[in-house]
């Protein structure tokens, strides 16, 4: 547990700024920025998107002169190389701030610690390290791309307090209540693009989009589907949709409508080549045979289940995959819950998010 | 969400003490007592035990002459009828205590606010209903007894957060953690039984105990068993024992080794029979057959699961009973949640507690 303290609050404020590009930055990181003159927030800013200016550069353009002798709170360390936009530590130092604050390094292999020392090296105090854990976590889509070269993948479900998805006969009901599936619509919002197997594209005819999200956009949809026998009008595609399908298998009608196919022998061979079109993150939103196949293969990096409490006795489990032993199974870490009206939210990680590929580089 | 008041803290106090005799008052009720001279406890006491005296007696035996003019914090309203013992609203007449809170109205026919009544009639302040909720779920078997003559059923499983209650395979290790555990061996000893089906008296081979609890008192054993098949020597059965079986079956090696035979035809008839021994709630332990009995039966009074952080992919289900459409669940109300170590605990009802059969008593 962190103290909150005033750094710990500044530094809230930049993560919610941050949180304002979740979705829309890829392959980019989300960013947020707060300038702080004594108590008073001067500057604020977040990247919006891949080819559009860097938080920093937005915090100082609303801090003009204020920005001199001020401390910065950037959730990601300062880029210090010539990308698409000049280096951020270079605008930094030219606006005469005194103090930097950053949260975490940027696993990048061009900046991992080079901004701080760009920054250092003018003689600037900086401070690695306030909210890390926060910040890489929200982090979580980016820092994957680049450490391993795939996306982060959030599996995603609600079930009954008896472990049931869905009941097992026609004309089924939502699981969860209606602040759950609200904090659900924000999910696809803040994620790169949102899976669903054949199945479900068959059974459910979802359309995969944010409804009812103020400023909502839809993520990518990616459909696994394994014979390319899915519709290729299915009410789920638009622009930027991805069939994920084996080797060798024709998808014409599905090309023809302009569906991006992938062909992959292997699950971690898709998420490499999803990652190769710039997707940083992905909510597995089932059915049972696909989050089980995910789960199987360990590529199940963060957990998010709403459990609904009423009993069903019957009905489809969340997952279809055969563990044996109890003792083999995944446990999550660094777990939270929430109750969301009538539901409890529980969230956990599988796997760790990537970190700097040097540790202790600050 | 009741305020927290001086007079709640002293209540809590009492709610305190009667949960020392949980467990052990049968066909009693639970009742704790404190006595508050100014804001300063000088007495206080529980029911421990059928055929011994109520809370108020040890309580106003503690206080002695410092009960006079002081205030009452009971979470039952005080008896009028001469039982096995005096009625306590007379001590505390004669004790001179100046104002009594009451928790909860007895919703027992021989007293239904004549507790109250009588106090009144004598002068004395007597305020109802301070933490009522919480008084009436601590007495939830006493009240079910009472008024539907039959136990409080709480079924309580652990489940993985894929919905799993055990693995597939052999060698199966334990869902939940230590703290997890160690609340359920502590419900043990607060439920007057506990019952499992023969299914997992033969397969688990439970001992059915409180092991762990420093002073915990092992629950009477039940063991539903339609063919009175199951080993009249496992190692569950001790005296108190009851094996519930069908009518016209014989069970003369379980009658031989002391077990009590109740033959019923029906759950709710078996319920019956159990609530005239002085078995006033029970622990339904499983295995999934037996609790989807129960709750296809609407038996199920309350639900206590621990859900852990962790993903098996294949298992058994906690309940196995045919409930077809999502909208024929089962809802919980009065929902919490709590973190035990890695588990989050999740109770909830799904019958109401028993109240007075003439509300508006008080």
New interface residues.
Partial sequence: MEAVTAAGAFMRQALLEAARGLGRTSPNPPVGCVIVQGTEVVGRGFHPKAGEPHAEVFALREAGERARGATVYVTLEPCSHHGRTPPCADALIAAGVSRVVVATLDPNPQVAGRGVETLRAAGIDVTVGALESDAARQQAGFRSLVVRHRPWVVAKYA??????V????E?????SGSLARERAMHWRDELDALAVGSGTLALDRPALTTRGVPGGRDPRPIVFDRHAASDPHARAWRPGGVLVTAPDVRADAHEAAGVTVVRAGTLPDALTHLAGLGISSVLLEGGPTLL?AF??AEL?DE?R?F?A???????L????????????????HD?T?E?LG?D?L?T?L?NDIPRLSAPGAN
């Avoid at 869905?166 to 006969?169: E, L, Y």
């Avoid at 489990?317 to 999550?332: G, N, T």
């Fill in positions: 079930m009954t307090l008896d472990g049931k869905a009941a097992v006969g004309g089924n009901g939502a699981v089980g789960l199987a199940v957990v289940v459990i409490p009423k009993v069903l006795g019957a009905g489990s969340p997952l279809v995959e055969p563990v044996r032993f109890m003792r083999h199974a995944q446990h999550l777990v819950t109750l009538p409890v529980v956990g599988l």
